[in-house]
């Protein structure tokens, strides 16, 4: 009996020191391509950064594109919580116009971040069986805001998601001037806004 408790601490104690290097090792990956962007981010680069040998970052993470994959599921779970939050702190209208501010302060705050999420060239699948969960709970946080207004309301979640990253990434390479982002954010709510009467007004999407 103490033999086996003695093995599953060991075991335990183990896989704490393999969360908490594969944390590092996202940790630095983000640190540096927020500083230098993503071509910067190598396996060289992370094993100088923070002292650990490449086999160790392949026993994690395979590869580098593993380490980018890791990096953009986190970055799904954190902007899954940041909607959530927005959608929440809402209690009666104005969800559609929080969630679409919290999107893009996140993606305004977090470039580098949000680059790899959706920008580079990732094999993290998108509505798949074998999508993250992160991903997943992210867009039902979009699939909440339209719920009862729809017969197919995971597709105006994908509209509104399109709309949100199109505003995102067109803000994040300068090509749409962030002066008027406040007039765009408006126009959008407007558009995914559907007035009520009563019970629920039903958009038919064909």
């Given at each position: 009996m103490a033999t086996k408790l003695a093995a599953n601490r060991i075991a335990e104690r183990k896989l704490r020191d393999r969360q908490a290097r594969r944390a590092q090792i996202i940790i630095a990956?983000?640190?540096?391509a927020?500083?230098?962007g993503w071509s910067?981010?190598?396996?060289?680069?992370?094993?100088d950064e923070i002292s650990y040998s490449q086999p160790v970052l392949y026993a994690h993470f395979g590869s580098r594109d593993g380490i980018l994959a890791a990096v953009a599921v986190e970055g799904f779970r954190e902007l899954g919580l940041a909607l959530e939050k927005a959608r929440k702190r809402v209690k009666r209208g104005g969800t559609v116009e929080s969630v679409a501010a919290a999107y893009l302060g996140f993606?305004?705050?977090s470039p580098a971040l949000y680059e790899v999420m959706f920008s580079l060239s990732l094999t993290v699948p998108f509505d798949d069986p074998s999508t993250p969960p992160e991903l997943r709970f992210a867009f039902s946080q979009l699939m909440e805001l339209f719920q009862g207004q729809s017969s197919k309301p995971e597709v105006l979640s994908e509209l509104f998601w399109a709309s949100l990253h199109g505003i995102a990434e067109l803000?994040?390479?300068?090509r749409f001037p962030p002066?008027?982002?406040k007039e765009r954010v408006r126009a959008l709510v407007e558009l995914f806004n559907f007035p009520?009467?009563?019970?629920t007004q039903m958009v038919k999407v064909r």
């Open positions: 990956a983000r640190r540096i927020e500083l230098e910067s981010v190598t396996l060289r680069r992370l094993s993606a305004a705050s803000t994040r390479t300068k002066s008027r982002q009520r009467d009563g019970t």
